[in-house]
């Protein structure tokens, strides 16, 4: 069993990023990220963070607005405005989820498309679905697809089962997978939770990926001998052993699938790694189309 794990595909991606970095500071410009936060949800607040501290490292421009939780729609609409006519940001995120009261596709129509790094605005979905490589594609579902390429496994041809058919990871992943470019051409199965007889569908994936939010939710009778497992899950469990009484699990009960694979990620330290890898390449790549590279 080969373990895929996410640090040294996103080295690789830092790396390249580097390489574009330098390019662009030649030609004058300077990659700027804006993260947007509403609330004081503790598990977005750490996301936000870790992908302040990224841009940071990587010598980007960063820029966190913090809003409070009960924040309206039209404050929220003019932040986006602003940072789309801020010409120091190439790339805006808004972390998901936001307060309920809030209306998040509006929001995220709002984005210019061309600084949508999280490629949810539907120009970009739309570009992923005709396979237009000039859009940016959502950035766990191009991590998936990155760790599968770099770890040589061929997808042409295979049937991948995708578990979960959010927008945010199934559904693109789905796209990206039956797409025609490279880590693609697969023959691809979107399961859900009104799937029928679930283990008998997944048993038939040679690549299977598990998008769920339930943890250790795919056990050994949902994957055949031989097959590669991805695991998009990050759920957060009680274990009194651990230090803070929780520690992070997939969806994949990973001590006892493992062994029937060929490869599978670990959480953490697999496709987690990877989403904020992708959001950097993205957000450098906004940057290049806006400096004509
Ligand atoms: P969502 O809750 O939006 O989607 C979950 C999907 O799983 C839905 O399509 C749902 O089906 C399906 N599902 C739920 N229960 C079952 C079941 N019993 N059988 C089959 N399918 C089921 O979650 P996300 O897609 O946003 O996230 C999925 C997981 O990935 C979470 O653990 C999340 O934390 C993690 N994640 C990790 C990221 C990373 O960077 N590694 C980034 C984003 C998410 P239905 O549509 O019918 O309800």
Same mark, same amino acid.
């Given at each position: 069993?080969?373990?895929?794990?996410g640090?040294?595909?996103?080295?690789?991606?830092?790396?390249?990023?580097?390489?574009s970095?330098?390019?662009?500071?030649?030609?004058?410009?300077?990659?700027?990220?804006?993260?947007?936060?509403?609330?004081?949800?503790?598990?977005?607040?750490?996301?936000?963070?870790?992908?302040?501290?990224?841009?940071?490292e990587?010598?980007?421009?960063?820029?966190?607005?913090?809003?409070?939780?009960?924040?309206?729609?039209?404050?929220?609409?003019?932040?986006?405005?602003?940072?789309n006519?801020?010409?120091?940001i190439?790339?805006?995120?808004?972390?998901?989820?936001?307060?309920?009261?809030?209306?998040?596709?509006?929001?995220?129509r709002?984005?210019?498309?061309?600084?949508?790094?999280?490629?949810?605005?539907?120009v970009?979905?739309?570009?992923?679905?005709?396979?237009?490589?000039?859009?940016?594609?959502?950035?766990?579902?191009?991590?998936?697809?990155?760790?599968l390429?770099?770890?040589?496994?061929?997808?042409?041809?295979?049937? !991948?089962?995708? +578990?979960?058919r959010?927008?945010l990871? /199934? %559904?693109?992943? $789905?796209?990206?997978?039956?797409?025609? =470019?490279? @880590?693609?051409?697969?023959?691809?199965?979107?399961?859900?939770?009104?799937?029928?007889?679930?283990?008998?569908?997944?048993?038939?994936?040679?690549?299977?990926?598990?998008a769920?939010?339930?943890?250790?939710f795919?056990?050994?009778?949902?994957?055949?001998?031989?097959?590669?497992?991805?695991?998009?899950?990050i759920?957060?469990?009680?274990?009194?052993?651990?230090?803070?009484?929780t520690?992070? !699990?997939?969806? +994949?009960?990973?001590?006892?699938?493992? /062994? %029937?694979?060929? $490869?599978?990620?670990?959480?953490?330290? =697999?496709? @987690?790694?990877?989403?904020?890898?992708?959001?950097?390449?993205?957000?450098?790549r906004?940057?290049?189309?806006?400096?004509?590279?």
């Open positions: 069993m080969k373990l895929i794990e640090a040294p595909i996103a080295e690789l991606v830092y790396r390249e990023c580097l390489v970095f330098e390019e662009l500071k030649a030609a004058g410009f300077l990659p700027g990220l804006a993260v947007v936060l509403v609330g004081d949800d503790p598990a977005s607040k750490a996301y936000v963070a870790s992908k302040d501290r990224k841009c940071r990587l010598g980007m421009h960063s820029v966190k607005i913090e809003k409070p939780e009960n924040s309206t729609q039209e404050e929220l609409l003019a932040v986006i405005d602003e940072l006519a801020d010409e120091a190439h790339g805006i995120l808004v972390q998901m989820p936001l307060p309920r009261h809030l209306d998040e596709e509006e929001i995220i709002r984005i210019d498309p061309g600084k949508d790094v999280d490629g949810l605005h539907p970009n979905l739309g570009k992923l679905a005709m396979d237009d490589s000039s859009g940016f594609a959502p950035c766990t579902p191009s991590g998936c697809q990155r760790m390429i770099e770890s040589g496994i061929d997808t042409v041809g295979k049937h !991948v089962v995708i +578990v979960g959010s927008l990871v /199934g %559904k693109s992943l $789905a796209l990206l997978m039956m797409g025609k =470019g490279k @880590g693609a051409n697969a023959t691809v199965t979107v399961a859900h939770s009104r799937t029928k007889d679930l283990p008998s569908l997944t048993r038939q994936a040679d690549i299977l990926v598990a769920i939010g339930i943890p250790r795919i056990g050994p009778e949902h994957v055949k001998d031989g097959a590669v497992v991805i695991d998009v899950g759920n957060r469990i009680d274990d009194a052993n651990s230090r803070g009484g520690r992070l !699990v997939g969806d +994949v009960d990973f001590d006892r699938v493992a /062994g %029937k694979c060929e $490869a599978i990620t670990p959480v953490p330290g =697999g496709v @987690g790694r990877m989403t904020i890898a992708m959001l950097m390449a993205n957000t450098i906004a940057c290049r189309q806006k400096a004509g590279l």
